[in-house]
């Protein structure tokens, strides 16, 4: 044993003196290796986070997220949403769930603070804190044992909210925290550590949990089965003897046979049904994410197959370098085992320092991963530097290691060092074969060709959604929207009109140039149903409340008929209320298109009459041109109403180069009323930056997946052709003598590997066609036309890499005098 | 300097230096070397290890440049050619004969004679190359295995190829060095016979070697020392 550890740190200060003397294969190496460790380990660990790590709570495998799912008449499902009287009966109702967790998330403003940071709120039911096992900073979570219906307004703050809003204030227990008009106690804060589960969607962090039955579902939706909520969110501790379909069977009739009693007064509800879904937790918050983690993970694979290549090609020169020493040491009776030793002594050291800095990548990479992907990725919170990041390091570094030795080994040409050493004279040089070189050409070109122009197709595509305009001017807007502190009192109801008063003190900003009294273009539309009078057909436009100046404002262009006037505006708090005769509605072109016969003028369908629900029947009287909402391809049908005086959600658009803080709105509304306070304020601006998120999320990871793949198939092509110009210098140096001029030496060079490198893109357009037949459905979107330019880009690039390959090293021997190519090795 | 437009001289080289430089030192591998080479002459240079030979060859063939002088091949000045004039001159004035004849492996025998015509600046055609290759080939009696690899072939045949390559254009001259370095002394002895059977055909040869018996072969001895040239007998004849 002792001397076999003696013989090893012999091979290994061997292996690290031999090294010394190859600084540039030593760069080049694990320059690559460190990179591409990095990226591999950087994937790996967040597709093994996702899609195996078990969460990090107490009993992960038995937690499972229930949902509530209703079957139209029609066969078609709606999102799983549940109502709350369903939620509640589910919980009043079951003997399968041993802990119940209910969250209802919100956001509102934390009144009681002096700057009135708006806040995401979740309510939660007393068992969650210990569900999910939150670890505390200070004080303590929720009594697990009090009833659901506990009215007692208690608070936790999330670390981030303690450090953030109240400066880590060591007495925060026992303090108060309002919300609208309810203060609740705080009674503890949440460790640092805490992760919490992304129930509602990826990269979602509460800052403050209050408790559960001072959610804002109001009484109405409280008793209302059939009105869904999107905020409410069922997880539960299954019992070990049940699986979730058990569950699922048992629970479903039972919820159903109630709900189809709680809406039984309701028509619109014949022939739906209702079931409840089981599922795993862990695969719940995976959700559609899957297909995202895994295109990154082939995509980092293409990667580690490019710079494996790059490095046995690296390797393969070395040995060829490495023959008279190999020569020698052979002669003097080394053994090929003791050969081996030394070549995975060299393969090892080189693989370890790679390593290391790989670790470190991985590691930045992590920090970017967190910061930058939070929202498309789920759960990369827990995305560190990990057992399993360490193993599978460890794992790919053996494997390379060995492979790389192995690769060493076969490339010694044991009969032609013997031939070295008799010294015959005819060039005994062991060159790579020009097959090996040609597949590694072949390999390279096919493999960087099929990935540059994957990611940059999706890359293309990602900058395309981002770059199109949305077709209304967004620029120097700001979003504002408010929201009550309170009850009003009797003389604000009856007072002068609030809606009117807060724009006018906007208005008086001396940044202001303009207000809307509508909620801003990038902020959404609500879906309605709508009814044409004349066909009774049905419609689910998205419909927005707005007021007689919007279109002008961000120049959305009027195709026919008028804008609204100021007469439209209505006078009510809500529709029905404020109802007047004549209510008027300009729609979208596309929904024009739907009610114009084909071929007649776009004014036909002015004067149509539409009906939404009770707030009564609406006039067209004027088209406009639709508008693309950012990330999204097409303009669906659309309808504008006119918004009512009472309304407090202002489009603010900025005087050029000014900007509006959140302390001047505050103080100008104050100064009107003290009803109101603002709920949120965004540049327009930022809102398309974030409507834009996951393109460019895509157009991050495949421009940066698309630089390295070209960076390692650079490197890659570059060592083969640089190697192999290298071996062939006396022949380039006879040819010189001879009489070739430069020109010819590089003809010679590029038309010897020009075939290699047609044979790749050839491989990686059958490559590509077979993916775009396998995939044919998924690819659909993405496979266009203008696919072809940058399918040519992209052989272009390659060719332009491999010309530049083959030419750089050609430089050092084509413009010194002949002679410095024809001298002997040095 | 005076152009000598003398019709019989091959090659003048007046004052010629050349001094390598590397990190530490210069070496004064050869110091203002007056040389003239008349046609149809055969000239041997010998002279110590690191004499010299090699390099003044290589400046002789246009492999290198001097770091001063003046060197006229018949009549025109090639003391200041570009990379690539200097390899169009090499290609029709100048027939290199290497010690490890410098045969390209990939290229059969027929394609490595012919390999100076396809660099020619007007390229001959398939016909012409055909003819003048075989004719050259015939010269060193190497007719037979014109489709044969270089390694196939032994030493003394590989530089036999050699000779017919550097023949191919017609040089002006053929510079040879060592040429029987790697050969046993049988092969040797043929390849020096091919040479001398040449000159006697009119070519002119200068040929570096340590092996006394060869350079007696040739019809001018030079010796060089230190850079410099000992005897020579040439020089007085030329001017
Ligand atoms: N590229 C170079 N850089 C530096 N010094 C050089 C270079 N080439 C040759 N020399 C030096 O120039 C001198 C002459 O070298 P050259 O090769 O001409 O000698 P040689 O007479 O041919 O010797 P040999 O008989 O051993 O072949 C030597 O001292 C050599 O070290
Ligand atoms: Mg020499």
Redesign the interface.
Known sequence: MNLFFSSLSYSVKQAYKSLQQTPSFVFSVITTMSITLGALLCVLTLAYVMLFKPLPYPDAEHLVKVDHIMTKKDGSRTDPLFSYPSMMYLVNNQTLFSDIALSSYDKQILTSHTSQPTMLTTYVTPAWFELFQVPMELGRAFAKDVDIKNDVPEAVLSFDTWQQAFNNDENIIGKTVRFRDVSFKVIGVSAQSFIEPQLIKAGYKSQVWLTWDFNRTSARARKDWGSINENLIFVAKLDKNNSTAQAEQQLSPSVNAKWQEGVASDAFYDGWRVDIQVSQLKSAILSNHQQSVLLLLAGVFGLVLIACSNIANLFIARMAQLQKTLAISAAVGAKKSQLFKLLLAESSLLMFASLMIALIFASVGFVVLQQNLAQVFPRVDEVVLSTFTLSSAILFATMFTLFFALLGNKMINYRAISQHLHGSGKGVDMQISKKVRYSLIVSQVAIASVLVFGNLSLFTEALKVINEPVGVNTANFVDIDFSTKRRPTQEEIDGPVLGTAIKNSLLALPQVAAVSNSQSPLSGFYEMALTNVATNEHMLPGVKWIDESYFQLIEQPLLAGDYFTVSDIREGFTGPEGKIDNMVMIINDTLAKKVVPQGASLDYALGKKFKMDERGVFTVIGIVKGMKMPGVSNIPVRAYVPSSVHSISMTVKLKPNQTLSREQVITAVNEVTSLFALFSMKDVAEIHQQLLFSERATAITTGTLALLTILLAALGLYGILSYSTQMRRYEIGTRLALGAKRRDIVNLIVFDNLIAVIIGIIISIVILIGLMMAFNEQLESIINVSLLPLFLLTLLLISGIAFNACYLPLRTYINKPALYSLRGSE | MNQNKNNNIAIKMSNISKIFETQALETHALTDINLTINKGDYISISGPSGCGKSTLL?LL?L???PTSGTYFIEGEDVSQLS??Q???T???KIG?I?Q?F????ELSVFDNVA??LR??RNKPNVETIKNRVNECLAQVSMTHRTSHKP?QLS?GQQQRIAIA?ALV?NPAILLVDEPTG?LDSKSGDQVMDVLAQLNENGTTICMVTHDPRYADMAKIQLKLLDGAILTVPSLQIAN
């Open positions: 290589s063939g492999l290198d440049m990379l690539d200097a390899a169009e090499r290609n029709s290199f290497f490890s410098n045969l390209i492996d390999l100076p660099y020619h390694n030493g390559r254009t790697n």
